[in-house]
């Protein structure tokens, strides 16, 4: 698994040394750091970085939204939870500028997930029914599955045995 991880590295970097475009280099970039983060979240970080501010210079509103969303997701596995939600904020905004409905439900998960960690569960829930009644509108069975589990999963912590079987 690692061996075929670098070799993807590998490509992705060579693919980088050689795109002059802002599109390409910004999706290159996200690869990578999507390569990496189970190898070197630092890493990982730093190519998303990189490509949001290309995202920024070039206006790309849904390319900054598709940043904001790794980033928030990398800094939640660094336990940067103030920096998580800053992007998680901003990939929000954009979704709802962008009217974007499936990346709202993606943004309003990681806010979820994030209230969850703080210990708002009252914000935790908000966010992923929020999140469940937009997945639920779009069919997306992967959200809708994953939106249940956590619902679940905040009805379990508050001993709510009947509500978590539920969800």
Not at 77 to 87: E, G, P
Not at 123 to 131: D, G, M, N, P, Q
Not at 136 to 152: H, P, S, T, V, Y
Request: net charge negative; glycine share 6%.
């Amino acid at each position: 698994m690692q061996a075929q991880n670098q070799r993807a590295i590998d490509s992705l970097e060579k693919i980088l040394a050689h795109t002059t475009e802002s599109a390409n280099k910004i999706n290159a970039l996200l690869a990578l750091s999507d390569e990496q983060v189970n190898v070197n979240l630092s890493a990982s970080q730093t190519s998303a970085e990189q490509a949001y501010q290309i995202a920024l210079e070039t206006t790309d509103k849904k390319r900054q939204l598709t940043c904001c969303l790794q980033l928030a997701r990398i800094n939640y596995f660094m336990s940067d939870l103030n920096k998580a939600m800053q992007y998680a904020g901003n990939a929000k905004a954009l979704a709802g500028d962008l009217n974007l409905d499936l990346e709202l439900a993606q943004s309003l998960d990681a806010i979820g997930s994030i209230y969850y960690d703080i210990g708002n569960q009252a914000k935790s829930s908000e966010s992923f029914f929020a999140s469940l009644s937009i997945y639920e509108k779009l069919g997306n069975k992967d959200g809708i599955g994953g939106a249940f589990c956590r619902i679940g999963t905040l009805y379990l912590d508050q001993k709510d045995f009947d509500k978590a079987v539920e969800y």
